[in-house]
């Protein structure tokens, strides 16, 4: 193949845009002209057109929306040219027009049957009613584009004097947006999440770490307001909470930004892996014992990240939280987790080789927390073994020892500890001790320059 990429503004390179709609698309599916060629086609549409040896073989048209979105749409490539990747080739040139052009978020309406391929490409998909059109349903998808920022915390790539003179502060807690304590009158109850509501500052601090290695960026996305002006002020006070790196001003129209890791084609978001609030409250714990949780638990020892983004397919960050699994438990997580790699990653075996004592209820509660893992089996498989794993997010000697078994916080049986106390404190001490470990490693790697 001999394939050009041409943004079309001369008539017949248009011509070649919609000759591709016409052969690929409306003759295919018996669409009418009229209703392929609709009110966006205007004037004012840009065309992006791909050839093979000047004939036209994909297409796609972007349009404006308002002052910073637009939309993608009409993506055809002809039956002959599938996969091939033409597809990928012409998004990719349709959003870097756009970004070019000021716009920083992309709507699409994609076929329910081709959600997956605009998964891979970052798009996530904003609502949850499926539109039923007269040829095709299409889900609603959205990316943000030309904001994804890699700012690193800790390091400046530039020189290694800087690398030296900046600090791994692992006392920096994110809810309160600094290295001070918690006080004890904090209002926990409506505390924000800094993995959810917008912590910009937690997921450049977590890749700095955890990715330095990696070609790993922060992705900010921000999706229009679809709820009601109530909730969308709810969703703005609790990012308001939290300190970020130049933050966004309010707005009733959109909601606030999030942020996630995008590594290769893997997105990812970060998860607390503390002790539960819920169940501490609910446990007896006092005011006091819950605020000294959050100081610890809070700081960048108390996370890691899993993966995210499918179309709706349950995460860990979900499944792992509640009554219905692991009430948040970090050590029955990592002890799933580790029998999956244990049993070459086969949901099957698995299973079976869940120890005999577990009862039925706790068999059942694996269960949903593995299809969880299996949903993201790519990820895990990018993994060589759970030591693999365990030495990316930095584990050993706090969450698991030093052949990387599990360190548990309290008896695995029951699920939920007896005394929740006793657990909680284990496992703000595993926190404590991972900070210590990625405080030293920090250190090593300044002093080799590595």
């Not at 949903?375 to 030591?387: G, I, L, P, T, V």
């Amino acid at each position: 193949m001999n394939i050009k990429v041409i943004r079309a503004t001369e008539t017949w390179q248009q011509a070649g845009a919609y000759y591709v709609r016409i052969q690929g698309m409306a003759k295919q599916h018996n669409i009418t002209l009229r209703r392929e060629f609709d009110e966006h086609d205007t004037t004012d549409t840009k065309y992006i057109v791909l050839t093979d040896d000047d004939f036209p073989v994909a297409t796609c048209r972007l349009y404006g929306m308002d002052a910073k979105s637009a939309v993608i749409g009409r993506v055809v490539v002809l039956p002959e040219y599938r996969g091939k990747g033409l597809g990928k080739q012409v998004m990719s040139e349709a959003e870097k027009w756009l970004a070019e052009l000021g716009y920083t978020n992309v709507v699409i309406e994609s076929r329910d049957v081709a959600v997956g391929f605009y998964e891979k490409l970052g798009y996530e998909v904003t609502g949850e009613s499926v539109v039923h059109g007269d040829t095709f349903d299409c889900v609603r998808m959205e990316k943000g584009i030309g904001l994804m920022q890699f700012n690193p915390l800790f390091y400046d790539e530039k020189t290694m004097e800087d690398k030296g003179k900046i600090q791994l502060d692992v006392e920096y807690n994110y809810l309160i947006g600094s290295s001070n304590k918690i006080t004890y009158d904090y209002d926990y109850v409506n505390r924000p999440d800094p993995d959810t509501n917008g912590c910009k500052k937690l997921y450049d601090d977590f890749i700095s770490l955890f990715f330095r290695d990696c070609d790993a960026i922060n992705w900010e996305q921000q999706y229009f307001n679809r709820g009601t002006l109530w909730k969308n002020n709810r969703a703005w006070e609790k990012y308001e909470k939290l300190s970020n790196c130049n933050p966004m001003n309010r707005t009733n129209s959109k909601q606030p930004p999030f942020y996630t890791i995008k590594y290769n084609d893997y997105l990812l978001s970060t998860d607390y892996i503390g002790p539960s609030i819920y169940w501490a409250e609910n446990s007896g714990l006092s005011r006091k014992e819950i605020v000294e949780i959050l100081n610890v638990g809070r700081t960048i020892g108390g996370h890691i990240a899993w993966p995210r983004g499918g179309h709706r397919l349950k995460t860990i960050n979900w499944m792992r939280g509640g009554k219905k699994t692991f009430y948040d438990r970090i050590d029955w997580t990592l002890y799933l987790l580790k029998l999956y790699f244990d049993k070459d990653k086969e949901k099957d075996d698995v299973i079976q080789f869940l120890p005999k004592e577990h009862t039925e209820d706790e068999y059942n509660r694996c269960l949903l927390v593995l299809e969880a893992i299996e949903n993201y089996r790519k990820w895990y498989m990018s993994f060589d073994s759970f030591k693999s794993f365990c030495e990316r997010f930095r584990l050993k000697g706090s969450f698991v020892d030093e052949n990387y078994n599990i360190i548990w916080f309290a008896s695995a049986s029951p699920i939920l500890p007896e005394d929740y106390r006793v657990f909680a404190e284990n496992n703000i001490e595993a926190i404590r001790k991972r900070n210590e470990n990625l405080e030293d490693f920090w250190r090593n790697r300044n002093a080799t320059g590595i």
